[in-house]
């Protein structure tokens, strides 16, 4: 299964953030390519201990759900919500130029895949997590919302 942990995983995702474009229009959701770079940054930066979030966890989402979307080979579903402090328009970081925050988004990922904390922390929906399953999350996070926006 595709993660961070491999420079191939790695370089896949890069290549798909260097080509975005500002003007690359959501297939479904109501974020920009701008906000959705954004987005992530955060996310990676929650990864990092550097961003706070708020829990939204229960035993389901830390069982079923955490199991389907880090090992079922499926798609994430569009439409499921994230925590405010990622969401654009609320506590996300809010865009300011679009290659700036890119570049941000760049060096926050290759910070996550060169750095991850020991002992990693718990993911605000999935609970606990060890390294593999963050490597996966951050992935499949990025993946995600590339294809929102066609790359």
Known sequence: MKN???ASGQS???TRIGNLSPADRAKWGKMS???MICHLTDSYLYALGEKPASSNSGLFQ???MKWVALKVPLSW???IATRPEMEQGKGGSAPVEFNQDRMAL???LNRFCDHLPQPVLQ???FGPMESDDWWRWGYL???HHLRQFGR
Do not use: F
């Open 123 to 125: 993911h605000p929906i």
């Open 141 to 143: 996070h990025a993946d």
């Open 4 to 6: 961070l942990s491999s």
């Open 12 to 14: 896949e995702i890069l």
């Open 62 to 64: 830390r069982t079923v």
């Open 77 to 79: 579903p569009k439409g």
């Open 106 to 108: 760049v060096a926050a």
């Open 33 to 35: 390519a701008h906000h």
